[in-house]
């Protein structure tokens, strides 16, 4: 899925992931629930950063979850630095990776790059 680099799309990829997740009849409420939240996060982290299109890849199996997010952006993510105790802002890619069995980022051959996280079914539990 191909979303725009606005805030208000982060709320499309949340409800277009739990759509299909659902659909795919894969996780219960809890986990499907976790899969939304990192998809959300690392969305908001595209929008914020890339500030260009990006994309949106689910894929899910019997085990768990793949989320991709593909902006153009080639910075690579900073998944191991915490925010200050007073920001408001800065701890969504502590959250995935505290939410996620594996996390990481590959570069893509356009220049950008792709952040992934795998989920586990039963991680909301």
């Known amino acids: 899925m191909e979303f725009a680099p606005h805030a208000r799309c982060v709320f499309l990829v949340r409800r277009r992931v739990e759509r299909a997740l659902v659909r795919w009849g ?16 690392l969305a ?3 929008v ?49 990776a505290a939410l996620s069995h594996a996390t990481g980022h590959r570069p893509e051959p356009d220049g950008g790059k792709t952040v992934w996280a795998r989920i586990g079914w039963g991680c909301g539990t």
């Open 44 to 46: 908001t982290n595209a």
């Open 48 to 96: 914020e950063h890339a500030q260009r299109p990006f994309r949106v890849r689910v894929t899910a199996d019997d085990a768990g979850c793949l989320v991709e997010v593909s902006d153009a952006d080639p910075a690579p993510p900073r998944f191991g630095e915490t925010a200050r105790a007073d920001a408001e802002r800065g701890r969504g890619l502590l959250l995935v």
């Open 26 to 41: 894969l996780g219960d409420e809890d986990d499907i629930g976790v899969v939304v939240l990192v998809c959300s996060e």
